[in-house]
């Protein structure tokens, strides 16, 4: 069939290159650059520091951003005692946008009156760079979910996947997030997973695994639990054979992980000046400082908030989770342990002192989450087997989802949301938009 064909051969991962590509160059005709929002600028100035200053520390960095805003209140920038720029972020989204970072650099792409790294069109080649990650995440959600469904109905569900979560947002509105490189990443460590038990070289698929997990960790230390369930569903499956088949892969897997964690701590002692695997924590600047509130979880802001509610802003998650309800029994291995860490991360982000995530659209950590409400979705509409009714019934759902969250992300990227609004007050603002269009 010419479409599954033309999917198969990276039809979906080209569908969201060229539908990102247009939404980046909106939005940098709409404000005037890509990189904002105050995560973005630490991980950005990290990377331009690694590639034109050689080394981590972005102290000369930062000033020299095209968008200083959060930077020019009273509270200033997070500060050292040594008077250097606090960073706590860690360091993988930053090698990351380093190597394509370097690649505009070396084209000479920068721009007069720019300071070098900083110009518009380094920037963008950034952007785009992280865009064709996120397109190869969304490529392998489709193969995998393929299995489960029709090849029409895999791709309509990764594609709805993406539009009615937070993802689009974070690809082609707003790209310097360390979210969709976070899923990237995780849906490529899912594929190698999957093949270690059965595979005769299952030491080359452990070493693949144990380079991804490092990165994962370099990137986004948080989904540390999802490297446990996926060695745990799979890797430790192959121990069970001679260990000339499995020992000299696990160790080198090992040391890669070792040694992102001693890159980590490495980065973090020039940043903050200690020695620590994670730096996130308690600070004397209320930029970057968080705690966890063990004695009182927000569920109801996490799951039901009217500016960020899990469910409220993106229903498509919760008709998602309806597949491992009714069709349970469809749900492949790795739908279980996505939807296991989903839970983790999600309760964790319930005790954490700020779970709004500051200004974010949606809960955007659900960015990482992908492959899970794709699984949801496509066992829903199940085989060639599945009857035409209920998958009609499933595409009015999917578009009714859809119908609500676009609005929201309108409303949301135009600052059209007040931080005080009511959950009637939202409906009426989405009605509001309808008839504006109509």
């Known amino acids: 069939m010419l479409i599954d064909r033309f999917l198969r051969a990276g039809g979906l991962g080209l569908v969201v290159v060229v539908v990102g590509a247009g939404g980046l160059f909106k939005s940098d005709n709409f404000y005037g650059t890509l990189l904002r929002g105050v995560d973005a600028q630490f991980y950005y100035a990290a990377a ?17 951003a095209p968008w200083q805003g959060p930077f020019q209140s009273s509270v200033g920038v997070p500060r050292r005692p040594d008077g250097g720029i606090k960073n706590v972020f860690p360091a993988g989204l930053s090698l990351v946008e380093a190597v394509f970072l370097k690649a505009a650099c070396a084209r000479g792409t920068s721009t007069p009156g720019a300071a070098p790294g900083y110009s518009r069109s380094e920037i963008a080649t950034v952007a785009v760079g992280l865009l064709l990650l996120a397109a190869v995440g969304l490529q392998v959600t489709y193969s995998l979910v393929r299995p489960l469904t029709t090849p029409g109905w895999a791709a309509a569900v990764v594609l709805a996947t993406w539009v009615g979560t937070p993802l689009l947002y974070y690809t082609a509105w707003f790209p310097f997030s360390v979210h969709p ?62 260990w000339r088949e ?85 749900v492949p291995w790795w739908g279980w342990a996505s939807l296991g860490n989903a839970a983790i991360q999600t309760s964790i982000l319930a005790f954490w002192s700020d779970p709004n995530q500051g200004e974010s659209f949606g809960i955007r950590l659900w960015c990482e989450h992908v492959p899970v409400v794709a699984c949801g979705l496509a066992v829903l509409a199940g085989g060639p087997d599945r009857s035409h009714g209920a ?45 504006g269009l109509f």
């Open 181 to 242: 490189t976070t899923f990237a990443l995780m849906t490529l460590m899912i594929v190698v997973a999957d093949r270690i038990p059965a595979s005769p070289r299952a030491n080359a698929y452990i070493v693949a695994f144990g380079v991804l997990a490092a990165l994962l960790y370099l990137v986004r230390p948080h989904q540390t639990p999802y490297i446990v369930i996926l060695a745990a569903a799979k890797v430790m499956q192959v121990c069970r054979r001679d």
């Open 48 to 64: 331009r520091s690694v590639v034109v200053s050689g080394d981590w520390d972005v102290t000369d960095d930062l000033p020299l």
């Open 246 to 330: 499995w020992l000299p892969g696990t160790a080198l897997g090992l040391s890669a992980c070792a040694g992102a964690m001693l890159l980590q701590a490495s980065v973090h002692a020039v940043n903050v000046g200690s020695f620590t695997l994670l730096a996130h924590g308690h600070h004397d600047h209320p930029m970057i400082t968080g705690e966890f509130h063990w004695d009182d979880p927000r569920f109801d802001i996490v799951l039901m908030s009217p500016i960020r509610g899990l469910f409220w802003v993106t229903p498509i998650i919760a008709l998602s989770l309806a597949g491992y309800v009714v069709r349970a029994g469809a």
């Open 391 to 435: 998958r009609w019934a499933l595409a009015a759902a999917i578009g009714a989802c859809l119908a609500w969250t676009l609005p929201y992300l309108v409303m949301y990227s135009f600052m059209l949301i007040p931080q005080d609004s009511t959950h009637s007050k939202v409906v009426s603002q989405v009605l509001w938009l309808y008839r």
